[in-house]
């Protein structure tokens, strides 16, 4: 079976440090990655998107990239974070068919101080 | 481009009323569509799902109709119970830039309460 892990589950950072927030699939191949962010009142805002090695799709300008240097693997990350960073980030994959259901990682909740 | 919009939440029910939470999208050509529900403490999930016009997607006692007259794909369930106070989202995937990906797209979600 397909799962889908993401850590870290909360991250402290202060104001101007890097970030790095992993996302890997396993029990699936060529599957289609996101990066969100889910803020109160706000739902999910989709960040990026990928549908192989090396190919990002930049949703929002912001103060944060992602790669995809293996196929299950997805990366975001910031080298300067900002106070409005903050927030909760998900992971998610979905099977690269129209239709296809998507399935989350658990979050990652980062505080920026 | 693609958007989705949702009602704006809270609501507050009584136990066995009746629920519907509207949606309505923006999207060229003929999207797929989702309701997808977060229950306290848990990570997102699917509930249903409609993959082209006049498809009904249920689950759970939950129904939405994908309505290509109307862009709208409301939620509608008629005795709702304690257990289904969440979040819940509408979305949408289409074709992204990149051939092959799908872009999947949610509205800002509508908290759920149901008192006994």
């Known amino acids: 079976s397909q799962t889908i892990h993401q850590w870290p589950a909360t991250l402290v950072q202060p104001v101007g440090s890097p970030l790095s927030l992993e996302c890997t699939v396993e029990g699936t191949s060529n599957p289609n990655l996101y990066w969100y962010r889910q803020a109160a009142g706000r739902g999910l805002q989709l960040l990026f998107y990928s549908v192989g090695i090396g190919q990002i799709s930049s949703e929002v300008p912001q103060n944060l990239s992602a790669s995809r240097p293996q196929d299950r693997q997805f990366i975001l990350s910031s080298k300067k974070l900002l106070l409005s960073d903050s927030g909760f980030y998900l992971c998610?994959?979905?099977?690269?068919?129209?239709?296809?259901?998507?399935?989350f990682g658990q979050g990652t909740r980062l505080t920026v101080v | 481009g693609n958007s989705v919009t949702q009602m704006e939440g809270p609501v507050t029910l009584s136990e066995e009323a009746f629920l519907t939470i509207n949606c309505t999208y923006t999207?060229?050509?003929?999207?797929?569509l989702f309701w997808y529900v977060q229950y306290p403490g848990e990570g997102l999930q699917l509930l249903l799902k409609?993959?082209?016009?006049?498809d009904k997607g249920s689950n759970k006692g939950f129904e939405a109709t994908y309505r290509k007259e109307t862009t709208s794909f409301h939620l509608e369930k008629g005795s709702v119970q304690v257990s289904d106070s969440a979040v819940y989202f509408c979305?949408?995937?289409?074709?992204?830039?990149?051939?092959?990906?799908?872009?999947?797209?949610f509205g800002q979600g509508t908290r759920l309460t149901i008192n006994p």
């Open positions: 998610a994959w979905s099977a690269l068919r129209t239709g296809a259901r998507a399935f």
């Open positions: 999207a060229t050509g003929y999207p797929s």
């Open positions: 979305a949408l995937s289409k074709l992204g830039l990149i051939q092959g990906a799908q872009k999947l797209v």
């Open positions: 409609a993959t082209k016009a006049d």
